[in-house]
């Protein structure tokens, strides 16, 4: 059974920063594109961030530039999200998605797994 699960969410200060870490288990992420995507109470989901299967290629939404890092560690089977001077506009529930293509995602729909989530607040 395929399993995407998301961590290090929470509670953080406007300027703070957060790790989130997306763990494997039922298939191997080393092919797959993954991306960071967040879903705020009300609005749709949307692209955060997006690397490639071999880590060489990152790609963010301008929100985030500068700011947000994508990385991944594919002999942990993990993809991680550095977010670094947080917003209170960053508060959402943060996913993870696989994408078999291996190119990274920017679209929901570029996405085959899903994991369920892991919440950040950002306080003002």
């Known amino acids: 059974q395929v399993q995407l699960v998301e961590s290090g969410g929470g509670l953080v200060q406007a300027g703070g920063s957060l790790r989130l870490s997306c763990a494997a288990s039922?298939?191997?992420?080393?092919?797959?594109?993954m991306g960071w995507f967040r879903q705020a109470p009300g609005k749709e989901r949307e692209f955060v961030a997006g690397?490639?299967?071999?880590?060489?290629?990152?790609y963010y939404a301008d929100f985030v530039k500068g700011r947000f890092t994508i990385s991944r560690d594919n002999a942990k089977n993990t993809v991680y999200l550095q977010m670094n001077n947080l917003k209170p506009e960053d508060s959402a529930v943060y996913y993870c998605g696989a994408s078999k293509s291996g190119a990274p995602p920017r679209n929901y729909y570029d996405i085959n797994y899903w994991g369920k989530g892991t919440l950040v607040t950002v306080s003002s």
């Open positions: 690397i490639r299967w071999t880590g060489i290629s990152t």
């Open positions: 039922g298939l191997t992420l080393s092919s797959f594109g």
